[in-house]
């Protein structure tokens, strides 16, 4: 029986896009919306007005790699090789594009944007960064003036880097001497690539505020992609919606570079509030989210399901899970519900790929009612970040699924539940963190990377994730309780919005402490009104209990407090463990 796919495999992002431009020449590689320009800015000439409608851009393979080529020599023009260059803007073509180029000349450096100036500036320090890529020209002194004298060496703004087609030249005003060249392929190409070299560096923003600048060379990245696509599969006839930030390996890899490889197309989510719209306007085949956000969708499909059936079926979409209460109604009508929910996706998706936070198997059995395929992985930035999913050949929705081929996985010093460290190893795995040869050291263990993770693995070698080692609450008499097992069951409640688990002090005995948002939404329709607070807490105090009484003594939940604001998240809508939320 057939296993996997047999697909090419790449050793860098230049010998990726070549093969790229080369199989898929005049196929589309980026669909893209042009906002209008201003229209107080452009009404009195007849000229600007056409120019006031949002027009769709398609960007071909052959484009990019005649874009790539350029941007490529004109830094190699600007003395930039083997420097290292930040990238800072929203999800983008250019960001794409400055990435790819950085990463091959000298180091890419991503950013999270939503960070302050001065917070990213920090950054930029530690990794001594040159040049900065940005979508916020505009803040060009506010980065003058939070970096010490003479270490930017040039800010360039995404608008200037004349990348849409247009063959504008690239002027990048005061921050730059450099005179615009056209590409020079040859001395791209010339450029080395060796498979143990940084070429990304990473600062991971991780739940506990603690970031670790993460070395990966192509080599790794590539290896990713090639263990992914031959157990997923993705074709040119793909097109992807891309929601999450760019700077994570998550979407970079998964939903940028992979897709890439393949041929498929890429657009980008115009804002959060408008993602039905861009849904609509983009039809997507696959996306690659978060869990928050598939059960944000998964909610709003039911809502809408509820109210469009008839009297006597809404009761059951109002009690059950989608996936059941689709089972309830007769065929006909659940076709009709499975064509209009698909049409509101876009009428072409196909397949969620889902990683950075747990998923319920309720959520995957739901949408296979719909008839579009969840996978749920497992990874870590520093492995590129891919390990672990569910794919074409295996799905287990209660697990994050088995190992991807070419990288081991193992279980380090189970204990009687055979939960211990996730170890793992393969080509993905980086390089080491950024100037840290300690932090290297205590990584590794006899050639194995230590994730830090916690898991057990089944009869099939899948793995089932049971938290982070750091997060573990041990009680007075030395029992584990893991705080992402009990934010899973709780979250599961209507009644809660979200919920954190930590370690609690109760009669100086050690015990497990539950920050929750109540979901008001939900609680008001159960009420007919919005719920005063004592209502909601005392909606909340029913759920725990509910699932306290399902858990053994010391696993119980003693302490509540009710949140009146959410949670602090990261990027990756991942709840912090750090800051404000532990107060």
């Known amino acids: 029986m057939k296993t996997q796919y047999k697909e090419p495999r790449f050793d860098n992002f230049r010998q990726l ?3 790229a431009a080369r199989r ?41 790699e005649t874009a790539y080529d350029r941007l490529c020599t004109f830094m190699l023009n600007a003395g930039l090789q083997g420097r290292r260059i930040a990238i800072s803007g929203r999800n983008s073509y250019e960001w ?58 040039l800010i360039v703004p995404f608008k200037e880097l004349g990348l849409l087609g247009q063959g504008r030249p690239y002027r990048i005003g005061p921050w730059c001497a450099s005179e615009p060249a056209p590409a020079d392929p040859v001395r791209v190409n010339a450029i080395p690539l060796p498979a143990d070299q940084l070429q990304v560096l990473i600062f991971t923003s991780g739940t506990t505020g603690h970031s670790k600048g993460v070395c990966l060379s192509q080599a790794n990245i590539c290896a990713d992609i090639h263990s992914t696509i031959s157990v997923v599969r993705v074709t040119p006839t793909d097109h992807t919606l891309s929601v999450l930030p760019l700077h994570h390996t998550y979407e970079c890899t998964l939903n940028c570079l992979l897709l890439l490889s393949r041929g498929a197309c890429i657009s980008y989510l115009s804002t959060l509030s408008r993602l039905s719209q861009d849904l609509q306007a983009t039809r997507p085949s696959l996306l690659v989210v978060v869990p928050e956000l598939l ?102 929705p209660a697990s994050t699924g088995v190992a991807i081929p070419g990288i081991e996985m193992k279980i380090d010093r189970p204990d009687s539940q055979g939960v211990g460290q996730i170890l793992t ?40 994730i049971t938290g982070r ?29 979200e919920v954190l688990v930590l370690a609690g002090q109760q009669r100086s005995r050690v015990c497990v402490r539950a920050k929750i948002l109540p979901d008001l939404d939900w609680i008001k329709q159960q009420l007919g009104h919005l719920p005063t607070l004592e209502e909601a807490r005392e909606a909340v105090e029913r759920a725990v209990a509910a699932v306290n009484d399902r858990l053994p003594t010391y696993k119980r939940v003693q302490m509540i407090e009710i949140l009146t604001e959410a949670l602090q998240k990261t990027t990756t809508r991942k709840i912090r463990r750090c800051g404000d939320n532990l107060a």
């Open 425 to 464: 190893r393969g080509a993905n795995v980086m390089l080491g963190y950024f100037e840290d040869p300690d932090a290297t050291r205590a990584a590794f263990k006899d050639g194995w990377f230590c994730t830090g993770d916690l898991g057990r693995l089944g009869p099939d070698g899948e793995l089932y």
């Open 17 to 19: 896009l070549r093969y």
């Open 96 to 153: 794409t594009l400055a990435y790819l180029a950085a990463a091959t000349v000298g180091v890419a450096v991503p950013l999270d944007r939503d960070l302050a100036v001065a917070d990213q500036n920090d950054f930029l320090l530690a990794a001594d960064c040159s040049v900065l890529c940005t979508d916020r020209p505009q803040q060009a002194q506010e980065w003058s003036a939070a970096a010490p004298s003479g270490q930017l060496r």
């Open 295 to 396: 059960q944000f969708l998964s909610r709003r499909i039911q809502k809408t399901l509820q109210q469009s059936v008839p009297q006597r079926y809404r009761g059951s979409f109002a009690s059950l899970s989608l996936a059941e209460a689709l089972r309830r109604l007769p065929w006909p009508l659940r076709l009709i519900c499975r064509y209009k929910v698909r049409q509101a996706l876009g009428g072409r998706l196909r397949l969620f790929i889902v990683g950075a936070a747990k998923l319920e198997p309720a959520l995957v059995r739901d949408f296979l009612a719909l008839g579009i395929r969840t996978l749920q992985g497992y990874g870590l930035t520093e492995c590129a970040p891919l390990v672990a999913g569910n794919h074409d050949f295996y799905l287990n």
């Open 24 to 64: 898929y020449a005049r196929r589309p590689a980026f669909k893209l919306t042009v906002p209008p320009v201003n229209r107080a800015n452009v009404s009195k000439t007849a000229q600007a007005k056409a120019n006031t409608q949002s027009r769709q851009l398609t960007i071909s393979y052959r484009q990019l």
């Open 469 to 497: 080692q750091k997060n573990v609450i041990v009680t007075d008499n030395g029992k584990n309780i893991y705080p992402e097992e009990l934010e899973t069951r709780l979250g599961q409640c209507p009644e809660i919005g």
